[in-house]
């Protein structure tokens, strides 16, 4: 629905009237109505489902969008948003929508990707988590007039909006802020600002610096500030400028020391959600091996990472991981080495889109578990379906990716378990799921 309202000024934008349709898969509202053109689609940031909003229009074509001068008619599910910079801040773009509606969205997201590819799911309910539970954060530190600042991108901008309120974050990560800013003066960074990888390990924070240089004769400096700031571990890019402690990550209780700005699950409730589905899943593979199969259990960790999964599974079976990250590989192999009581890992550095395991390779494996990108798998899961794998779990952050990988697998003739939705990225339009695949 549009009623076009007259500007008051010939150079003010134009303003509308739109009922609220839907939600699009980025968090913004949508709009649909008729034009002499034909049907139009306009997003509404921070509008919900069933509103009806007048908003100012801007930007042109594919770049319209809409901006709330006022909501008309409230959704039930609205509530305020806790965070003061909410309305401007690009880190979540979902905290106005009541939970119980909000999770529903987040199942719906996966329900439709697996639609268009055809396949029909059963879908569990999301599991939630809870705020300051962010131990891993992108944060930008820009120079502007007055004082640096700290914090995340604005919607659709470079510009960076203060995050010392922020509700997602960890509190250590949260209290650090006014310390990157600190040492970013030692830095050389261009005007969109440095980006600081930061974890909060058991040992402190380690702070990863990109987009930004450190000369050479502040070296020196940034190592005494560094200590001074009472970080675990600084770096600029990958090179480590000091290390007071090196930062320990626990997988199921086995201690990683991950590289400078490794992936690392964000949230560690939602990676004990993922990898205990994934668990559950190779230990009844390992249950329904046959009584006669030759040599010990053997299960493949693609996309392996640190070892978030592999490092768990190798109490359960020999571990055969597979990262194209060698920073990473080497920490998951040393973790491996230096824990008792685990299986044999070993270790392979393979880019898995150029080069994937073949079906061949595969062979011989009770299971196989795959953590990609947000581009998924595609050349991987191709191979596996030519495979006689027993069971693959697949872990993903992109439900579309997911849905399309997954239509490999069952049109090779796998059987697929319900989906399990994770927001791990609270009050962001991103959702994790996990599903497991059976041959028949």
Not at 102 to 126: P, S, V
Request: charged fraction near 25%; include cysteine.
């Amino acid at each position: 629905m549009m009623n076009r309202e007259e500007a008051s000024h010939p150079t003010a934008p134009a303003t509308e009237t739109v009922t609220i349709s839907d939600i699009a898969h980025k968090g913004d509202g949508v709009a649909v109505f008729e034009t002499e053109a034909g049907e139009k689609r306009l997003f509404v940031g921070g509008a919900l489902p069933g509103e009806t909003v007048r908003v100012s229009i801007t930007g042109e074509g594919v770049n319209e969008r809409g901006r709330i001068e006022e909501i008309l008619h409230a959704s039930p599910d609205r509530i305020e948003p806790a965070c003061p910079v909410y309305d401007r801040c690009g880190g979540c773009s979902l905290q106005h929508w009541g939970e119980h509606a909000y999770l529903a969205w987040k199942r719906h997201q996966i329900l439709e990707a697996f639609l268009d590819r055809g396949l029909e799911i059963e879908i569990g309910d999301c599991v939630a988590t809870g705020p300051a539970s962010r131990r891993r954060a992108v944060i930008a530190v820009q120079r502007r007039t007055g004082a640096p600042v700290a914090g995340f991108r604005e919607r659709l901008s470079h510009t960076v909006v203060e995050a010392d309120g922020c509700l997602v974050i960890t509190p250590r990560i949260r209290a650090s802020l006014p310390k990157l800013i600190k040492i970013s003066h030692l830095l050389t960074f261009g005007a969109k600002g440095a980006i600081f990888t930061v974890l909060d390990t058991e040992t402190g924070l380690d702070v990863s610096v990109g987009e930004a240089e450190l000369p050479p004769e502040r070296r020196q400096q940034a190592i005494a500030q560094a200590l001074d700031l009472g970080f675990a571990r600084f770096s600029v890019g990958r090179e480590i400028v000091v290390e007071a402690h090196p930062p320990v990550i626990r997988f199921g209780g086995i201690a990683v020391m991950p590289p400078p700005g490794a992936f690392i699950q964000a949230v560690a409730v939602a990676e004990e959600a993922m990898a205990g589905l994934v668990e559950t899943a190779v230990v009844a593979a390992l249950a329904a091996r046959p009584k006669k199969a030759k040599g010990p259990a053997r299960v493949a960790d693609l996309f392996a990472g640190c070892g978030t999964f592999a490092l768990r599974l190798s109490r359960l079976a020999q571990v055969h991981a597979v990262e194209n990250d060698k920073p990473a590989l080497e920490a998951l192999s040393y973790a491996a080495r230096h824990t008792q009581g685990l299986k044999p890992v070993t270790v392979e550095a393979r880019d898995l889109y150029r080069r994937p395991l073949m079906a061949k390779e595969l062979a011989g494996y009770d299971a196989v578990v795959f953590d990609p990108p947000r581009d998924g798998a595609a050349p991987q899961v191709k191979e596996l379906a030519k495979s006689g794998v027993p069971v693959i779990v697949a872990v993903s952050c992109n439900p579309a990716t997911l849905a399309r990988d997954a239509r490999y697998l069952v049109d090779a003739g796998w059987r697929m378990s319900p989906v399990t939705p994770i927001d791990q990225f609270l009050w962001s339009h991103h959702v994790e799921a996990v599903v497991v695949f059976e041959k028949r």
